[in-house]
């Protein structure tokens, strides 16, 4: 079950009705006006989450949603997950929303206080999630890459351990580091990059939804030909950790 992860940001002036985040720079999917062109092969809504540092609502909209209600967002995070805290999550993978094929898709927000940075993350996919049980093995993976703040920046990684010869399937993930928002996989041949919400110090706890197997397989790779990683961080983070839970072939 493909899925993928697209972001949205801007440094939105305070108010008190909803106002556009705009979608960023993407390699992979279409963009028109503030949101994305939704894929017809991708054309479920299966999470969604709003950031900002004075969160107050979020709205997931599209010609399709509002033919009933567009997607309202609760919780909202009052800015990133901090030392103890839970990264949460608007997770229905398992029961997605339906949208229209090459419709736009565009996510809103309000905050109280001031003008701040906002960032809205959604993943999109096929079909209901399929869990994936186990035995999961947990590989660690460095990076040094300079983020480039607030755009998708591209990681190469090296692992820890040597991984025995085999295929392997990616069915979670943990990204860290110091200012980063978002993450998501790039696989050698799948068009799908799938991800999530990413945690900026050890001891944040991160989403159950995103580990060990509950989002199905995310993608596949030969123990030598590693994924890449595309990080979309508040800041020009130089260090990067990528923990990736994996069932062995």
Not at 74 to 89: C, I, N, S, W, Y
Not at 101 to 112: I, V
Not at 193 to 218: F, K, T
Request: glycine share 8%; hydrophobic share 40%.
């Amino acid at each position: 079950m493909p899925f993928s992860t697209l972001v949205y940001y801007g440094n939105n002036a305070l108010g008190t009705t909803l106002i556009a985040v705009p979608s960023i720079t993407d390699q992979v999917y279409r963009q028109q006006g503030n949101g994305y062109i939704v894929d017809p092969t991708l054309n479920k809504l299966g999470m969604a989450q709003s950031i900002s540092a004075h969160a107050q609502r979020a709205q997931v909209d599209s010609p399709t949603l509002r033919q009933v209600l567009n997607k309202e967002l609760r919780p909202v995070m009052k800015g990133p997950a901090t030392g103890g805290q839970t990264v949460k999550l608007n997770w229905f993978m398992d029961n997605p929303m339906q949208l229209g094929p090459n419709e736009e898709l565009d996510f809103y927000e309000y905050h109280a206080t001031a003008t701040e940075h906002c960032f809205g993350i959604i993943n999109l996919q096929d079909n209901p999630i399929q869990p994936t049980k186990g035995p999961f093995f947990t590989e660690f993976f460095t990076g040094t890459t300079t983020l480039v703040a607030d755009a998708w920046t591209t990681v190469p990684l090296t692992a820890d351990q040597q991984l025995p010869p085999g295929t392997y399937d990616v069915v979670g993930a943990r990204f860290e580091s110091a200012g980063a928002i978002a993450f998501r996989l790039i696989f050698p041949g799948q068009v799908a990059r799938p991800g999530g919400l990413a945690c900026q110090v050890p001891d944040v706890v991160d989403p159950h939804q995103q580990r060990y197997g509950e989002s199905g397989v995310w993608g596949s790779f030969v123990f030598n030909l590693f994924p890449y990683v595309e990080v979309l961080s508040d800041s020009a983070d130089t260090s990067q950790n990528l923990f990736l839970d994996l069932i062995k072939h």
